[in-house]
Nanobody, 120 residues
């Protein structure tokens, strides 16, 4: 009923920047929280940043001051601007959305993931 499609990952040198996008589509009435998570090889998936429908944001300590999460409610899209990237930021990045459907049922959805590799 709802799809999350991510884009913007890739290979970047340390100190570089990338911008991830995640667009939600389907039987959407509204979207509450939209988050970015990441999972590095051999590690558990972790929350990177979150944003509410009202624009309140939270960040994991390792990315504070370097990453910025934002959203366009009209487009049901969330972004993650990543600056000053470090090799330890290398991971698969996943989009998450808590969606209220047209039926008013609520579900959590995940994107398929996009690879971010920071390497010289």
């Amino acid at each position: 009923q709802v799809q999350l499609v991510e884009s913007g990952g890739g290979l970047v040198q340390p100190g570089g920047s990338l911008r991830l996008s995640c667009a939600a589509s389907g039987s959407i009435f509204s979207i509450n929280a939209m988050n970015w998570h990441r999972q590095a090889p051999g590690k558990q998936r972790e929350l990177v940043a979150a944003i509410t429908s009202g624009g309140y944001t939270t960040y994991a300590d390792p990315v504070k001051g370097r990453f910025t999460i934002s959203r366009d409610n009209a487009k049901n899209t969330v972004y993650l601007q990543m600056n000053s990237l470090k090799p330890e930021d290398t991971a698969v990045y996943y989009c998450y959305a808590h969606v209220v459907l047209l039926s008013r049922q609520q579900y959590a959805y995940w994107g398929q993931g996009t690879q971010v590799t920071v390497s010289s």
